[in-house]
Nanobody, 114 residues
C-alpha cells in the first residue's frame, strides 16, 4: 500500500506561481510513473503532467510552457512548478503514482483569482 501526501496549494493572483509537492510512502515499492491531474468544478479530471522513472515528461496542452514537473527519486517525491497561472487553472490538483497499481492523493485546491 502506498500513501500520498500533497502540499502547496492555495490562492494566487493571475500571473503568479505555486509549487505543489507529493510525497509517497508505505511498503517497499518501486515507482514507475508519477504525475499530476486536475479537476475543475463541473469538469472531468484531466492530465496536467507526468514523469517517468527515467525522467521523460508529458504535459497537457493547456499547461505546456508554463508548468514544470520534476521528481526526487531518493525522496519518492514529485513536484509541479506552476508559473504564469491563469483563472482557468483553478481546480483540485491530484497526485497519482504508478507502482504495480495506481494510487491517488487526496487532492489540493489551487485557486487563481484577483
Amino acid at each position: 500500500q502506498v500513501q500520498l501526501v500533497e502540499s502547496g496549494g492555495g490562492l494566487v493572483q493571475p500571473g503568479g506561481s505555486l509549487r505543489l509537492s507529493c510525497a509517497a510512502s508505505g511498503s517497499a515499492f518501486s515507482i514507475h510513473q508519477m504525475g499530476w491531474y486536475r479537476q475543475a468544478s463541473g469538469k472531468q479530471r484531466e492530465l496536467v503532467a507526468t514523469i517517468a522513472s527515467g525522467g521523460s515528461t508529458n504535459y497537457g496542452d493547456s499547461v505546456k510552457g508554463r508548468f514544470t514537473i520534476s521528481r526526487d527519486n531518493a525522496k519518492n517525491t514529485v513536484y509541479l512548478q506552476m508559473n504564469s497561472l491563469k483563472p482557468d487553472d483553478t481546480a483540485v490538483y491530484y497526485c497519482r503514482v504508478l507502482t504495480g497499481n495506481f494510487y491517488w492523493g487526496q487532492g489540493t485546491q489551487v485557486t487563481v483569482s484577483s
